[in-house]
């Protein structure tokens, strides 16, 4: 039998929540189709509401999908659940510990919940890969919101799982904890192999750290592609010019193009490179009496993308 090469397959994924009092009936999955390569760092991103939550939710046997079939590591969550679940480690948004158990405590607790024998758990070495072995014996209500964070990582890996999923693990988090996160979980992934799924709202994050990227809105997927090429489903860049005097209005030479005055007086070009070229955009620029001090290409990021794949008047 031919081992497949997804780590998360997801097909004609539906989910309806039922009407409730006031609450009318919701389709928050219409039929998903959703291949998460493994050995990935996959990018699953989408508005408030799109449906990842409710995603993540089914494949940590949380929410009972409607229909469709959900396969994990080539495992079916329905017809073997407990094998699904364990090939799978959750970091959930919500911090929640039991406030009078030890970080130490918590993973070996956990380490018991998955079935891993006493002598195969590695809680310490877990505790010591996101920094926390010197708070091995503190209670969870005294460590700090990051700490937090980082022992909700840990306690995800207890049972060795080959998928990781991270929803939103930056959020709240300063700079530097951010980065020391993403270098364990690179490490990760890069070392021992570990598919890792990102939600996130940090976009330049996204775009920074995954191969591919995903993108769902009201419950169905929009875009599912290697991040480069997702990024070039926008052929449009912007010239952007720092004139020698900074400008406090759009020269009339230039009305005829799509031009933006920033707040510092440069004045930022938007084009399609297959419509105009910098060179004639200059041209026009100095003939509309600009003079040009600096200039710089700006490629359009995964924001620009993600805006235009989740308005209504794009992607759809």
Known sequence: MTQS??????????????ASGKS????????????????SIFGLLGPNGAGKSTFINILAGLVIKTAGEVRIWDIDIDKDHRAAKAAIGIVPQEISFDAFFTPFETLELQAGFYGVPPKERRSMELLEAVGLADKRDTYSRQLSGG???????AKALVHTPPVVILDEPTAGVDVELRRS??????????????????????LEEAQELCDNIAIIDQGRLIASEPTPTILKRLDKKAVVISPLEPLTQIPSGLSDLECVLRPDGALAIHYRP???????????????????????IEEPNLEDVFVALTTPAGGR
Do not use: C
Request: hydrophobic share 45%; glycine share 8%.
């Open 5 to 18: 090469p997804f780590a998360i397959e997801a097909r004609g994924l539906q989910k309806t929540y039922a």
């Open 24 to 39: 009318p009936e919701k389709q928050a999955l219409k039929g998903l189709d959703l291949a998460i390569p493994k050995g």
């Open 147 to 153: 700490m937090k964070r980082r022992l909700l990582i």
């Open 181 to 202: 996160l993403w270098e364990y979980i690179t490490m990760l992934n890069k070392e021992r192999g570990v598919t890792i799924v990102l939600t996130t709202h940090y």
């Open 274 to 296: 297959n419509e105009h070229s910098v060179e004639a955009l200059l041209s026009q620029a100095m003939g509309a009496g600009v003079r040009i001090k600096d200039l710089r």
